[in-house]
């Protein structure tokens, strides 16, 4: 059966479950904006394609599906990079599609040409300029197996105007064989299990991996298991409750003080899905210290990146975290929690009383007032961030979102956009300083016209 390449384009999402797109037309993608026009899928017309490319990535957030963002060559595509980094730096699964000039302009500085897939390159799981037709599906179904498979990331495929207005020939796809899951080896995992059953002060800490993974249940279970104290990245809030006693908070350079202060005097550290940045570990020798550190993670590159870790557990963390929790008890670790509690008592909470009006304040009554409800966060970068991760209490993954490794300004608002697109029954609540909200403010257009409201809190 023969198709157009940009009919070939609307197949392959639909084939891979896609229901939602965000993008911006212009000349090198009007073929494909053309055959959406008889597609079943919804096409969100932002008003700016970084609005497109953060309302993308906050959809995959919010849903962990794939987010899909279309933009035109040159320009059109140049304005999606910051939006690509921001993906790739935080892990989040998208499939990015650019018009480029045809096949036959290529290398003749034509008219929006831009060399898209060098620009991207080094902010990319994977990216591919398609100068064939049959190179189109195959190109497209190895960017969505791509961005979701292993450690998530952005992918993106550059298409040349003449292919989507050629014949394609359609092919099935052919079944791919899901990848074996690497677990750790046995011999780690017992070792790791003798260091944590002979911990006297551990510390669990959950970093964005754990959402990715979809180990939510995992974590609570090994943390009930053992008893200890847990903290958080800020990729990390939500998947363990923050609610919950044994939930320390934030840790890194903006962290509570009583999280902080444990994982600094801990004997063991027990590390699922953090890349250990600065912002987290500050002086790294001093960071580690006496301490073994235990480190969950898919990607095998990170082991040892920043800081050296005496026992890697590298592979599906959801399976490690399982047989990790098969082989440990309950920890006696009572002066541990005494020790804690000393130091949480030094944390200033005088700004949270509610005498005045502050933004941490303001943090604890929208916690109170969406207490029950499936209610997503999402934020800007900077001082609200920060106080946002502090203050707000999120008892669920996916319910905090923001731009973690890249820090765009910008990001909150299309990104509850997309956010409250992917999960229409949840309330959305974006909280952003007064520069991003100018940054990308229009995207309220936008929301306004798809009918998706949600709340946004300017500080």
Not at 285 to 297: A, S
Not at 405 to 416: E, I, K, S, V, Y
Request: proline share 5%; glycine share 10%.
């Amino acid at each position: 059966m023969k198709l157009s390449g940009a009919q070939a384009i609307i197949k392959v999402l639909l084939e891979q479950e896609v229901d939602t797109v965000f993008g911006y037309p212009g000349g090198q993608v009007i073929p494909l904006y053309n055959a959406l026009y008889d597609a079943p899928l919804r096409n969100v017309l932002t008003a700016h394609e970084q609005g497109a490319i953060h309302a993308a990535d906050g959809y995959a957030r919010a849903s962990g599906r794939t987010g899909v963002c279309i933009a035109t060559s040159g320009p059109g595509a140049t304005n999606i990079v910051t939006g690509l980094a921001t993906a790739y730096l935080d892990s989040v699964p998208l499939v990015a599609i650019t018009g480029q000039v045809s096949v036959a302009n290529l290398g003749r500085d034509s008219f929006q040409e831009i060399d898209i897939v060098g620009v991207t390159l080094p902010i990319t799981k994977y990216n591919i300029l398609v100068r064939k037709p049959e190179d189109l599906l195959p190109a497209l179904r190895q960017a969505f197996y791509l961005a979701q498979e292993g450690r998530p990331g952005p992918v993106l495929v550059d298409v040349p105007s003449n292919l989507q207005v050629g014949d394609v020939e359609w092919m099935e796809a052919e079944p791919l064989t899901p990848p074996v899951m690497e677990t750790a080896r046995e011999e780690i995992l017992e070792a790791a299990a003798v260091t944590i059953t002979n911990a006297r002060q551990p510390v669990f800490l959950v970093g964005g991996g754990a959402v990715h993974s979809g180990a939510a249940e995992e974590v609570l279970r090994f943390a009930r298991k053992t008893g200890m104290p847990v903290v958080n990245t800020l990729m990390g809030i939500g998947v363990f409750p923050g609610s919950d006693r044994q939930c320390l908070g934030l840790t890194g350079m903006h962290g509570h003080i009583a999280a902080n202060m444990a994982v600094a005097n801990a004997d063991v550290l027990i590390v699922a899905g953090s890349r250990f940045s600065e912002r987290v570990t500050g002086d790294r020798n001093r960071y580690v210290g006496k301490k073994t550190i235990i480190q969950l993670d898919i990607d095998p590159s990170e082991v040892d990146k920043n800081v050296m870790t005496a026992l890697p557990l590298v592979g599906d963390m959801k399976e490690n975290l399982n047989k990790l929790s098969e082989r440990v008890k309950k920890l006696d670790i009572e002066h541990w929690w005494h020790t804690i509690k000393a130091w949480d008592a030094t944390e200033n909470r005088a700004a949270q009383s509610g005498e005045r009006l502050t933004a941490p304040w303001l943090m604890k009554e929208l916690t109170r007032s969406f207490k029950g409800e499936d209610t997503v966060f999402v934020t800007d970068v900077g001082q609200n961030q920060m106080w946002a991760a502090l203050h707000l209490e999120v008892d669920a993954p996916r319910h905090h979102l923001t731009s973690g490794g890249c820090g765009t300004m910008g990001f909150g608002l299309p990104a509850a956009l997309g956010a409250k697109i992917a999960l229409p029954e949840a309330q959305v609540v974006q909280i952003c300083g007064d520069g991003g909200f100018k940054m990308t403010g229009m995207e309220i257009y936008t929301a306004m016209r798809e009918s998706a409201p949600f709340i946004t809190v300017v500080i």
